[in-house]
């Protein structure tokens, strides 16, 4: 190495932060299936929310990317698993997008943890924003399926949160 070289990351951190590109990666590609599903029920509204959740995703996976890019680490891509394919209702599929946004909190705070523990500060600041995304993706996961449950099985409840999401 040069004498130029920039203060080397931690290996413990760059490689947490790696994983978590795939975790990402991962959201993104159990949004676009979960768009895929509403979309050929006709839910065109809920397809909407979906498939741009996907591409919020894939905005975060490449945050990590380029963050260790800047710090002079490039990541090597993983395989990333199939999400599942067809779900049961609407309901259903914000359940389990909830429930997978709470997974992705615990690694998140994991990382942090983890950045904490090493003094890694620049990774601190940038997992900041993560930490913070985290609570709002919990919060709108959460309100969607509080608004699902009181639909019950009332179509016109359903189509007018379609309706609403659609515009999101
Ligand atoms: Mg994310």
Do not use: C
């Amino acid at each position: 190495m040069s004498e130029s070289a920039q203060t080397p990351m931690k290996g413990a951190v760059r490689d947490a932060m790696g994983e978590q590109i795939k975790h990402e990666l991962y959201s993104a590609y159990l949004y676009l299936s979960m768009a895929g599903s509403f979309e050929v029920a006709n839910l065109t509204g809920f397809a909407h929310w979906m498939r741009r959740q996907s591409r919020e995703e894939l905005e975060h996976a490449i945050k990590f990317f380029d963050f260790l890019l800047d710090r002079g680490e490039h990541a090597e891509l993983q395989a990333i698993e199939a999400p599942p394919y067809a779900f049961r209702s609407p309901l259903d599929t914000f359940e389990q997008a909830l429930e997978h946004e709470k997974e992705i909190t615990g690694r998140i705070n994991s990382l942090y943890e983890l950045a904490v523990r090493e003094g890694d500060l620049p990774a601190q600041v940038m997992l900041n924003w993560f930490v913070t995304e985290q609570v709002e993706e919990e919060k709108s996961a959460t309100e969607i399926v509080d608004r699902l449950r009181m639909a019950g099985e009332d179509s016109a409840a359903l189509l007018l949160l379609d309706g609403e999401l659609g515009k999101r």
